[in-house]
């Protein structure tokens, strides 16, 4: 199977070397880069990607006006906006856009590798720091909570997967081992029947389980 293609715009250049190397290292084929809207536009349309990973704030042409003519032009791509805040108004003029995924720059990059994923697979990605944004937008009606079937050390890790935070972190923070970690990933997961850590988060918003 070939490798799925991405076309990053991206203004910060550091940045966007670590996204590059982190896609790269997880088996996406980079086939354009830009660090401007403008030229990212014109690249997205000219590559035609599975999926472009688009910074919010570019110059000469923001994420939004980039997602909207990409989108207007070739609905077939899947477009990620990455971005370092999680304002509402951000996140839901990205999803009016027509954004597919939005991630938050400050969490872990496998939430970015997911994203990519995801939206590459025809499907939508947000990141479990802005799920409370999406889920008031969808369900702005309040869910009162239920009765939680996790025990407290798999909240306590929940609650960490909801900041966007990754295994590693957690084991630190919470001060256990990466396998005991992963396992209670695992069994949260099971638990909500949900496919992924973005699922759970969202699932575990909607029940009231996390406040």
């Given at each position: 199977m070939s490798a799925v293609r991405v076309v990053l715009v991206e203004d910060h250049a550091l940045t966007r070397a670590g996204l590059r190397a982190a896609?790269?290292?997880?088996?996406?084929?980079?086939?354009?880069?830009?660090?401007?809207?403008?030229?990212?536009e014109?690249?997205?349309?000219?590559e035609k990607p599975a999926v472009a990973v688009v910074d919010l704030g570019l110059p000469g042409e923001d994420g939004i006006a980039v997602t909207r003519a990409v989108k207007a032009a070739a609905p077939a791509i899947g477009v990620v906006i990455v971005t370092m805040h999680e304002l509402d108004e951000e996140v839901l003029a990205a999803l009016a856009a027509g954004a597919d995924a939005y991630c938050v720059k400050s969490s872990d990059a496998a939430i970015v590798l997911d994203a990519v994923r995801a939206v590459a697979a025809g499907g939508a990605y947000f990141d479990p720091r802005i799920a409370h944004i999406v889920l008031r937008r969808f369900s702005p009606t309040a869910v009162p909570p239920t009765t939680s079937p996790l025990t407290p050390r798999e909240l306590d890790v929940l609650k960490l997967i909801a900041d966007g935070v990754g295994n590693a972190e957690i084991a630190t923070r919470l001060h256990l081992g990466l396998g005991t970690v992963k396992g209670h990933v695992r069994d949260i997961l099971e638990k909500l029947s949900a496919s992924d850590r973005a699922h759970a988060a969202v699932t575990a918003l909607r029940r009231g389980l996390l406040s």
């Open positions: 896609l790269e290292a997880d088996g996406f084929d980079v086939v354009a880069e830009a660090s401007d809207g403008i030229e990212g014109a690249a997205i349309l000219r």
